[in-house]
């Protein structure tokens, strides 16, 4: 459903469309205000279905990205959309530490209430802080009929993106490099329990380990990369890291092992990720950065309707190496394109 419908880019199109940003990051802030109230009442099958219906319109992190992506300037926008990340995982360690002890000490109602209320303190943010419309109005060229008759759900216009230059064949190396990494992100809670027996503590202070690692590259890292060094060098960077990330990950025996390639792991997939939705954004115009921001998260579901059907065979079949030595495979051979593309424009 994730795939076929894509929610999110349903309202990064109408962000494009109508210019109004706030209304709709108002919209999703209520939704999850609405989801915790809901939360209290799920006492039944029927009602834990229910209560998720205002996750359709829930999709803060997109929502901020685009914010982030309309008031930056285009050569800041990979550090912009990278400190966002750094603020999204503080909030995520957070509320799960806090939200823990809430439901220790006063239990779910209560954490629940919280949830919504934290939901209702973000929308004031909002109202405070994020101005009515984040697009710069560009000069009068169309008129409002032809803004109406440009439809929400347009092929044609998601085909017109990808003929602006570079946006084919950056979209491309998204997917293609995406897919061993994914593969593995989905498929680590089955490694994590087969292959590391780990118990569901420690595979909890794996996870905070992740989180911690990913935070610390975002924050502090990818803001300096960017502003030393061109985006498309980074781009081949994070691929090639990945590429041996694949490699140490096939051939790794025990957690520890796994530990030692978290860091790597973690710098190439950030790196990619953000540098990858900046060259995107800064490929098309402003006004079509929201639909942009809105296909690159569709690969998210891409990667994870295939990625377990590919991971549960690569792993049963023949084991954690087979998918380590996919992703060596795949991104090296990527690398290895783009360089030589790039040796070839140099000596053009």
């Given at each position: 459903?994730?795939l076929?419908?894509r929610?999110?880019?349903?309202?990064?199109?109408?962000?494009?469309l109508?210019?109004c940003?706030?209304?709709?990051?108002?919209?999703q802030?209520?939704?999850?205000?609405?989801?915790?109230?809901?939360?209290?009442?799920?006492d039944s099958?029927?009602?834990l279905?229910?209560?998720?219906l205002?996750?359709?319109?829930?999709?803060?992190?997109?929502?901020s990205?685009?914010?982030v992506a309309?008031l930056s300037?285009?050569?800041?926008?990979?550090?912009?959309?990278?400190k966002l990340?750094?603020?999204?995982?503080?909030?995520?360690?957070?509320?799960?530490t806090l939200?823990?002890?809430?439901v220790?000490?006063?239990?779910?109602?209560?954490a629940?209430?919280?949830?919504?209320a934290?939901s209702?303190?973000?929308?004031?943010?909002?109202?405070?802080?994020i101005?009515q419309?984040t697009?710069v109005?560009s000069?009068?060229?169309k008129?409002?009929?032809e803004?109406k008759?440009?439809?929400?759900?347009?092929?044609?216009?998601?085909t017109?993106?990808?003929k602006?230059?570079?946006?084919t064949?950056?979209?491309?190396?998204?997917?293609?490099?995406?897919?061993?990494?994914?593969i593995?992100?989905?498929?680590?809670?089955i490694?994590?329990?087969?292959?590391?027996?780990?118990?569901?503590?420690?595979?909890?202070?794996?996870?905070?380990?992740?989180?911690?690692?990913?935070m610390?590259?975002q924050?502090?890292?990818i803001?300096?990369?960017?502003?030393?060094?061109?985006?498309?060098s980074?781009?081949?960077?994070s691929?090639g890291?990945?590429?041996?990330v694949?490699l140490?990950?096939?051939y790794?025996?025990n957690?520890?092992h796994?530990c030692?390639t978290v860091?790597?792991?973690m710098f190439?997939?950030s790196?990619?990720?953000?540098?990858?939705?900046?060259l995107?954004?800064?490929s098309?115009?402003?006004?079509?950065t929201?639909?942009?921001?809105?296909?690159c998260?569709s690969v998210?579901?891409?990667?994870?309707t295939?990625?377990?059907?590919?991971?549960?065979?690569?792993?049963v079949?023949y084991?954690i190496f087979s998918?380590?030595f996919l992703?060596?495979i795949?991104?090296?051979?990527v690398f290895?394109?783009?360089?030589?593309?790039?040796?070839?424009?140099k000596a053009?």
């Open positions: 459903m994730q076929a419908a929610p999110l880019s349903i309202w990064r199109r109408n962000w494009d109508t210019l940003g706030l209304a709709i990051y108002k919209l802030l209520v939704s999850s205000s609405c989801l915790g109230v809901l939360c209290l009442e799920a099958p029927a009602m279905f229910l209560h998720k205002p996750t359709v319109v829930m999709h803060v992190l997109p929502a990205q685009m914010v309309d300037e285009p050569e800041k926008r990979a550090d912009a959309l990278s990340g750094l603020c999204f995982g503080i909030g995520m360690i957070a509320g799960s939200g823990g002890h809430l220790t000490s006063y239990g779910e109602r209560f629940a209430y919280g949830g919504a934290g209702a303190f973000s929308l004031l943010l909002v109202l405070s802080f101005p419309s697009k109005q000069p009068a060229t008129t409002d009929s803004t008759r440009k439809s929400i759900f347009s092929l044609g216009e998601i017109r993106l990808m602006f230059p570079g946006v064949a950056t979209f491309l190396v998204k997917i293609v490099t995406g897919l061993p990494s994914g593995f992100q989905v498929m680590f809670s490694i994590a329990l087969e292959f590391f027996k780990l118990t569901a503590e420690q595979n909890g202070y794996i996870m905070a380990y992740f989180g911690i690692t990913q610390v590259i924050g502090g890292v803001g300096r990369l960017t502003a030393r060094y061109n985006e498309r980074l781009l081949l960077l691929i890291i990945s590429a041996f694949g140490a990950q096939a790794m025996q957690v520890f796994f030692l860091v790597p792991m190439s997939l790196v990619f990720n953000v540098i990858t939705d900046s995107l954004t800064k098309v115009p402003s006004s079509d929201g639909t942009m921001l809105g296909l998260a998210q579901s891409l990667l994870r295939v990625g377990p059907t590919i991971g549960g065979f690569l792993y079949n084991g998918i380590g992703q060596f795949v991104n090296g051979a290895l394109y783009l360089l030589r593309r790039r040796l070839n424009k053009e």
